[in-house]
């Protein structure tokens, strides 16, 4: 079984639909990640947490927000989701005594239209 | 402003030939590692360097680390299909924060 899982791993949606992903792991990290990929613009970090009581905004966090239900868990909202939010979403774990080394979900392909 | 610069953004090449891709920064890191991202898939890691000056070897790919810890290289000899893919690197300000990635080379290697 996968280490680091991602549901769902497709989505279309509609302009202005509330829409969750959510990222599970089995590696035993207290590190979890959410970043985005667009063409050309690489991974670029939304959220992330050190630990189940904490939660940082990363580079691109406006209209996005995340829960920490437990170590193992880490879910994206899209409060409202528009057109440019349409891109490739991945979690990703890592453990801080080996240098943050990023262990990625599989990804969600997300479409807004 | 991006904090680490990778060049070629783009890079298509023959089989059988050697590349060089590039990461740069003005930043100082603790450590620098380098991804594999295969189309479908998420990235998955290569190697990581943490002493300025070091060398690693993983088969036909050679990874450097700048002597001042800026700056990283990727080499790879004799391409092959299978090389074809996204390569980033991530580099590891001190302190407590997260990785910091450049935006990524894509390789593409024709047989």
């Known amino acids: 079984d996968a280490d680091v899982t991602q549901t769902p791993r497709n989505r279309i949606t509609k302009t202005g639909k509330r829409i969750m992903l959510e990222c599970s792991q089995t590696?035993?990290?207290?590190?979890m990640y959410w970043y985005r990929q667009d063409p050309g613009l690489g991974l670029r970090l939304i959220y992330y947490s050190f630990d189940v009581k904490d939660i940082n905004k990363g580079e691109i966090s406006d209209g996005y927000s995340v829960s920490r239900q437990a170590q193992a868990k880490f879910s994206l909202s899209l409060e409202s989701a528009i057109p440019n939010q349409t891109a490739l979403y991945f979690c990703?774990?890592?453990?801080?005594?080996?240098?943050?080394?990023?262990?990625f979900g599989p990804g969600t392909r997300l479409t807004v239209l | 402003t991006q904090l680490l610069e990778q060049s070629p953004q783009f890079l298509s090449i023959q089989e059988g030939e050697n590349l060089t891709v590039y990461c740069n920064s003005s930043s100082v890191f603790s450590s620098l590692q380098w991804y594999r991202q295969e189309p479908g898939e998420g990235p998955v890691l290569l190697v990581t360097v943490v002493t300025g000056g070091e060398v690693k070897k993983l088969k036909r790919l050679t990874f450097q680390f700048g002597d001042a810890r800026k700056d990283s290289s990727l080499h790879i000899t004799a391409a092959q299909p299978g090389d074809t893919g996204l390569y980033l690197c991530?580099?590891?300000?001190?302190?407590?924060?997260?990785?910091?990635f450049g935006k990524g080379t894509r390789l593409s290697v024709i047989a």
């Open positions: 590696k035993g990290h207290d590190r």
């Open positions: 991530a580099g590891k300000l001190t302190g407590n924060t997260p990785l910091v």
């Open positions: 990703a774990t890592s453990d801080r005594t080996w240098g943050d080394t990023q262990y």
